[in-house]
């Protein structure tokens, strides 16, 4: 049998009809695994995320350095796309359920070919999400700014039991920023919280790797007890991150 389209907008079919598709169960599996593991997909399994650090790569070799904006449209614009193409669309058909609506399992359906771009489109996307938003936008720039899905799956990573949490002495070498993939000041966020809070955390480690000092760690703590010390404005747009001298140059901020 073939496995149909693991695409998370599939799981309409489950509300519509009352079919458990593969789409259904990528997005059961991915909401509670971000609850445990924060963004984990986005950052080991994402196709797009693939094709922006292969054009951040192609970047470096050709000496071109994009910089990373940073901006509260970070917050906004991905849940305006969200709600505004996919859950409000998706809502008002589920509105008129008919009788014949029955929960079964069919993980054939949709065929995957259905919905596999053609050569044109697929070519335009590569080049529009790998080489221009990252060009515009900096590294990640899709990730951050447009994907709807990452915005699906920010409030499960704010809850994620598992982070990246300062557990050693930061000498602020700002390497864990500069080597981050989707442009989050993170030495700024573990000195201030002792962990990594922002919410487009994909949990790659690479700022772990990167910390001269080993001063970073991805570990559990209980959720309950994790944000005794945390407000609900530090998730806001923070004007004193990404203003460190050994990083400001690689960022642009703006409202």
């Not at 703590?221 to 991150?241: A, E, T």
Request: hydrophobic fraction near 45%; charge should be positive.
């Amino acid at each position: 049998a073939t496995i149909a389209s693991f695409e998370y907008d599939r799981s309409v079919d489950f509300f519509g009809e009352g079919i458990l598709n593969a789409g259904t169960i990528m997005v059961i599996f991915a909401f509670f695994s971000t609850l445990i593991f924060g963004r984990f997909f986005c950052g080991w399994l994402c196709h797009f995320g693939a094709v922006q650090e292969f054009a951040w790569w192609i970047f470096g070799k050709l000496g071109i350095k994009p910089k990373t904006i940073n901006s509260r449209l970070i917050t906004f614009l991905p849940m305006f796309i969200l709600f505004n193409f996919y859950i409000i669309p998706n809502l008002s058909g589920t509105m008129y359920i008919n009788d014949s609506w029955e929960l079964s399992l069919d993980l054939s359906y949709p065929q995957v070919w259905a919905f596999l771009p053609g050569v044109v489109i697929g070519t335009l996307t590569f080049i529009i999400d790998g080489f221009l938003i990252v060009y515009l936008l900096g590294r990640k720039g899709f990730c951050r700014f447009v994907c709807p899905w990452g915005a699906f799956l920010k409030i499960p990573t704010t809850l994620s039991t598992f982070k990246v949490r300062k557990t050693g002495q930061c000498t602020h070498c700002n390497m864990c920023t500069s080597g981050c993939p989707i442009g989050i000041d993170v030495s700024y966020e573990i000195n201030n919280y002792n962990k990594v809070i922002n919410s487009n955390c994909t949990s790659c480690m690479i700022c772990i790797d990167d910390c001269p000092e080993n001063a970073l760690s991805y570990q559990f703590s209980n959720p309950i007890s994790d944000f005794d010390n945390i407000k609900i404005s530090d998730f806001r747009f923070n004007k004193k991150s990404f203003i460190h001298s050994k990083i400001k140059g690689m960022f642009i901020s703006v409202r």
